[in-house]
């Protein structure tokens, strides 16, 4: 009996995976900790405030789920850690299908926003 052409596919990405060390997670002992010069010099980025920073990004609406980790972030911060919201930058990123989510019920019945986003 032969090997169905998937599986053969999936054997050898999960062996190049293994090799290549995708998928491992870095050790304490050898994780480097974020400093002012590791971190991404874009002009946005100096201006997030806060001790804890992430970013949530979307390219499909998936009902609003990045717009709810966000929120989760947050309130997960301030239940478990005592940190009020200036203690965090949080941005999410939309792009892609997902940028419908901004939009105003004027703007979608003005524009064809479902149909050139295929929604």
Known sequence: MTT????TFLARLAAAATVFGIGAT??????EPITEDSRVDDPWTRRLSGTQ??????HEPTNGLALTWARTFLDTQKA??????????VV?????????L????VLWSK????TTLGM
């Open 4 to 7: 169905p052409a998937r599986r």
């Open 102 to 105: 901004v939009f105003n019920d």
């Open 92 to 100: 999410v990123a939309l792009n892609g299908k997902s940028v419908g």
């Open 80 to 89: 478990s850690y005592a940190r009020v919201d200036a203690d965090c930058g």
């Open 111 to 114: 524009y064809p926003i479902g």
């Open 26 to 31: 870095p050790s304490g002992a050898n994780a």
């Open 53 to 58: 920073r992430v970013i949530f990004h979307s």
